[in-house]
Nanobody, 127 residues
Framework: QVQLVESGGGLVQAGGSLRLSCAASGRTFSTYAMGWFRQAPGKEREIVAAISWSGGTTSYADSVKGRFTISRDNAKNTVYLQMNSLKPEDTAVYSC????????????????????WGQGTQVTVSS
């Protein structure tokens, strides 16, 4: 089992940057594929980015490609989401999620595939 705690959210102007962190407990973090999701008011939770447990495979939603970067440091049990060129439509609660994976090259992009979730961190982008 793994517990996830996000940090790094806040209020930023359009065009600015934020880096979110997701710290995981447990000694098997390196075998979990990870994902970042977001949920805006009145909208469904959606995938933002995903990364395999090796870090060698990543996937991004079309809306964030070229602006966001997902990465992980297995020695620190942490996954990151670097968000650049932020837009007001990026405003949402961002949550990280974990899925135990047998393969270091597979990413997961569906909410139902993830077993563990953090509580989320608010990101607000002002225009």
């Amino acid at each position: 089992q793994v517990q996830l705690v996000e940090s790094g959210g806040g209020l930023v102007q359009a065009g600015g940057s934020l880096r979110l962190s997701c710290a995981a407990s447990g000694r098997t973090f390196s075998t979990y594929a990870m994902g970042w999701f977001r949920q805006a008011p009145g909208k469904e939770r959606e995938i933002v980015a995903a990364i395999s447990w090796s870090g060698g495979t990543t996937s991004y939603a079309d809306s964030v490609k070229g602006r966001f970067t997902i990465s992980r440091d297995n020695a620190k049990n942490t996954v990151y989401l670097q968000m650049n060129s932020l837009k007001p439509e990026d405003t949402a609660v961002y949550s990280c999620a974990a899925h135990p994976s047998w393969s270091g090259s597979i990413v997961y992009t569906e909410r139902a595939e993830y077993d563990y979730w953090g509580q989320g961190t608010q990101v607000t982008v002002s225009s």
